[in-house]
């Protein structure tokens, strides 16, 4: 069974740049997609962005596109979430995902959370 750790968050302020980390264990499906969700308070969660483990093709919500950057390394299991330019409506707990389709929700595994927050 595969199994999520996620890590990097943190408190920053509006403009900078954080990295998320999601280390991932046991046996990783090649259709299986990885990605991040998030929930700020009182919201939903709302998906952020994914990547095919076998393609390496990428999602993103249109909220964070062209700050936020995606990536895989299958050598190391690990997928990390690249964050730029930072805005205090990025906070959130960011959640690591695996399953079909992080981006409909199709979800099999979830990590534990990381909270990021971005002062103005």
């Known amino acids: 069974q595969v199994q999520l750790v996620d890590s990097g968050g943190g408190e920053v302020q509006a403009g900078d740049s954080l990295t998320l980390s999601c280390a991932i264990s046991?046996?990783?499906?090649?259709?299986?997609?990885i990605g991040w969700t998030r929930q700020a308070p009182g919201k939903k969660r709302e998906f952020v962005a994914d990547?095919?483990?076998?393609?390496?093709?990428?999602n993103y919500a249109d909220s964070v596109k062209g700050r936020f950057a995606i990536s895989r390394d299958n050598t190391k299991n690990t997928m990390t979430l690249q964050m730029n330019s930072l805005k205090p409506e990025d906070t959130a707990v960011y959640y690591c995902a695996a399953g079909l389709s992080p981006r409909s929700g199709a979800i099999d595994v979830w990590g534990q959370g990381t909270q990021v927050t971005v002062s103005p």
């Open positions: 046991g046996h990783i499906y090649s259709y299986y997609v």
């Open positions: 990547i095919s483990w076998n393609s390496g093709s990428t």
